[in-house]
């Protein structure tokens, strides 16, 4: 399936189900907790090593617990971490809160030592990250270094991919060094400054998103799939049903990572986009995270099923 590099944060995710969100001083019961693996960037690694690519995860962990997680994490699904561990700061965790009626989330990220990551850890990774087919990265670490990680991949021909998220002003030229960019509804509206309520108000931000300088601009949509856009054709690419929805908080990492590796395997990009939303559609029908993530096989079986 080729090679992918996801550039990103690994966080412990601490997961609070409940019927509404606390308000400011109270206390409320919840119906359940969990603990797991999180952080965009290794769900995204996750997801994508769970598809079929070879998958090297880069980032910075602390030396505790939450990092021995990460590492168990990656190497039950095949993920090659190429990480540094550091003993000044903690392993990134997050807060999510799960509205038990919907599976709709909430989070607030604190990514601690991956924090710190910066063009000196591009530096050090160059010869992989030129070796790659696709670079992947999002927003969760520093900006610099996702900048000098997309400026590298580009300058080797690598298929560049960036999920901005969560949603930031982009620095000046980010936006072309994208081959893809893939941003969800709300994302696509902070960048755009244009509503994205329906497929065809998606398409108007995919242009701009374009014009902007994005290769191709792909919005996902949740429940309604994902709109692409490179230019020469606009295409709706619906959601893949695998069932009762559970909990929606890993569904844009699943999506991004299927389809790095969709890609990375030679796809054709709107054929990858369909994959992605089989992954994403799988993924929801699971609690957590990175654990939600589908295997290659399970997402071939349900696009087979049609």
């Excluded at 021909?157 to 994208?178: D, K, R």
């Excluded at 009762?244 to 990009?269: I, K, Q, R, W, Y």
């Excluded at 589908?294 to 079986?301: F, L, Q």
């Amino acid at each position: 399936m080729g090679k992918v590099v996801v550039l990103g944060v690994f966080v412990a995710d601490t997961a609070y189900r409940a019927a509404r969100a606390p308000k400011m001083g109270e206390t409320i019961m919840g119906e359940s907790f969990a603990l797991g693996p999180g952080g965009k960037g290794s769900n995204q690694a996750v997801a994508a090593a769970m598809a079929g690519a070879e998958t090297h995860f880069l980032s910075r962990l602390g030396r505790d617990p939450f990092a021995d997680m990460a590492l168990a994490t990656w190497k039950k699904a095949g993920v090659i971490p190429a990480v540094s561990q550091h003993d000044e700061s903690y392993t990134g965790a997050a807060y999510i809160f799960v509205e038990a009626a919907t599976g709709n989330n909430a989070i607030i990220v604190c990514p601690g030592i991956a924090g710190t990551i910066g063009p000196g850890d591009i530096a050090v990774r160059r010869a992989l990250i030129e070796g790659a087919e696709v670079f992947v990265t999002q927003l969760e670490q520093p900006m610099e270094a996702a900048m000098a990680g997309l400026t590298l991949a580009r300058a080797a021909g690598v298929t560049t991919i960036l999920n901005p998220a969560p949603a930031a002003v982009l620095p000046e030229g980010m936006l072309a060094l994208c081959d893809y960019v893939t941003p969800n509804e709300s994302e696509a509206e902070a960048l755009t400054g244009l509503p994205v309520g329906t497929v065809e108000e998606a398409a108007r931000a995919a242009g701009a998103l374009r014009a902007a300088g994005a290769g191709v601009a792909i919005i996902t949509l949740g429940e309604k799939g994902a709109l692409y856009h490179d230019g020469r054709q606009t295409v709706h690419v619906p959601a893949v049903s695998a069932g009762p929805v559970v909990e929606t908080t890993g569904a844009g990492d699943a999506f991004n990572g299927a389809f790095a590796a969709a890609l990375a395997g030679g796809m054709a990009p709107v054929e990858a986009v369909g994959f992605a939303c089989a992954g994403a559609g799988i993924s929801v029908t699971r609690p957590g995270t990175a654990p939600s993530m589908p295997a290659r096989s399970e997402i071939e079986a349900l696009l087979a099923r049609g």
